[in-house]
C-alpha cells in the first residue's frame, strides 16, 4: 500500500498529498449511491472526467456500446472487477431532467 501511495503523482506535492492523505472533509461514496443520490436531485449521469485515461479506454474495451459510458451500474461492475478504477481523482458531470 505505501509503495503505491509513493508512486502517486499527488505524492509529491504538499498540497495534493494532504489532500490525498489528510483532507478533512474527504466522504467516500459508491457508485449506487451516487446514482441514487442524483435520482432524488432529478440529475441524469452524462459521464466521467478522469486524468487517468486508460480507465476509460479498459472500460470502453469491455463495454463497447457508447450508452454505457453513461452507465453507472456497468460502471459499478467495472470497478468491483477493477479496485483501482476510482484511484485518482476524477469529476462526473449530469444534467437537469427536471
Given amino acids: 500500500m505505501m509503495a503505491e501511495i509513493c508512486n502517486m503523482k ?24 451516487i446514482e441514487a443520490a442524483l435520482k432524488v436531485l432529478k440529475l441524469k449521469f452524462l459521464g466521467f472526467e478522469m486524468r487517468d485515461k486508460s480507465t476509460l479506454r479498459k472500460f470502453r474495451k469491455s463495454h463497447p456500446s457508447r450508452r454505457a459510458l453513461t452507465s453507472l451500474d456497468l460502471w459499478h461492475e467495472f470497478e468491483l472487477k477493477n479496485p483501482n478504477t476510482f484511484r485518482s481523482m476524477y469529476q462526473f458531470w449530469c444534467k437537469d431532467v427536471s
Fill in 10 to 33: 499527488d505524492f509529491f506535492s504538499l498540497s495534493e498529498c494532504r489532500d490525498l492523505l489528510f483532507h478533512v472533509q474527504e466522504h467516500r461514496f459508491m457508485l449506487p449511491q
